[in-house]
């Protein structure tokens, strides 16, 4: 009777020869090789990591002071839990978006993207190691953020860190896919300044960041609860601070979810690989 032969953890196959790795393996093996030379890329480019640092926080402060010369009172939120609540889209805005723009279109017109692309890995994978940088860093501000309000704003933990955390991955994906989708629309490194300027400041003002939706008259908060970013915004501030009635934390998770798949559509659709120069 013959036994059956079985793989050990050397991945070895009879014969003693090693057996090939699962498409699964072999995708992570890339997208972490690429990946860390993303990284290393970053952080060697000194300037732009000190405004991806740095930017989030003075905006922080800026819209703690915007705040005080508006009325909170029937929002239930107090300056310090609107400020740093509002810095988590700064991050995502600063830290993932209009970073990750820069970076895509940089990438295409030096032929990096094109090149890539005649090796083994696939599409996904380099759009996605590419991002991984910019969410890493965005993640690490998320959690100095709060820390932070922890430590010397005196909030509290998040008291549902689930809807928190998923507020926080929904946006980061929603924003990592709509800077694919911009850099399609963007010539050069340059006017990715421009490009992004257009989401970047109706988020910042509509979408609850710098002022809360509750100061606006009705129709024009159900208005802007509709834009990208505000239903990210909306579960972040009911994981960390609550408040939130459940219909509202489902439209707002409806709408985020709507805006993400949009955006990873439009990736799919118009990405640009080649250079547009």
């Keep these: 009777m013959t036994t059956p032969t079985v793989l050990t953890d050397d991945r070895t196959a009879p014969g003693g020869s090693p057996a090939p790795p ?3 393996a072999a ?32 905006m ?4 703690r002071a ?40 940089t990438r295409r017109e030096e032929l990096v993207l094109k090149r890539l692309r005649t090796g083994e890995i696939t599409d996904r994978e380099i759009l996605t190691a590419t991002a991984v940088p910019s969410i890493a860093l965005a993640l690490v501000q998320c959690v100095l953020l709060v820390v932070a309000g922890a430590i010397a704003f005196d909030l509290a933990a998040p008291k549902r860190p689930e809807v ?18 911009t850099s399609a629309l963007t010539r050069t490194v340059q006017t990715s300044q421009l490009t992004t300027l257009p989401l ?10 710098f002022v809360p939706l509750d100061v606006f008259p009705d129709r024009l908060a159900s208005a802007l609860e509709l ?8 579960l972040v501030q009911h994981g960390w601070l609550g408040g939130v009635e459940g219909g509202d934390l489902l439209t707002a998770a409806a709408v985020a979810l709507a805006w993400t798949a949009f955006a990873v559509f439009a990736v799919q659709r118009w990405f640009r690989w080649d250079p547009r120069g």
Excluded: C, H, W
């Design 27 to 58: 995708s992570a093996r890339r997208l972490t090789a690429l990946a860390r030379a993303e990284l290393v890329l970053l952080l060697r480019n000194r300037s732009a990591l000190f405004l991806a640092l740095v930017l989030p926080v003075v």
């Design 22 to 24: 699962s498409k699964a």
């Design 200 to 209: 970047y400041f109706v988020s910042l003002f509509g979408s609850g960041i």
């Design 227 to 234: 834009l990208p970013l505000t239903g990210v915004v909306t």
């Design 164 to 181: 928190f955390l998923a507020g926080l991955v929904v946006g980061l994906v929603m924003m990592s896919a709509l800077a694919a989708a």
């Design 66 to 105: 915007s705040l005080r010369q508006i009325d909170l009172t029937g929002t239930g939120l107090s300056i310090a839990g609107a400020a740093l609540t509002g810095g988590v889209g700064v991050v995502l805005l600063q830290v993932v978006y209009m970073n990750l723009v820069t970076g895509y279109v």
């Design 60 to 63: 922080v402060f800026s819209i």
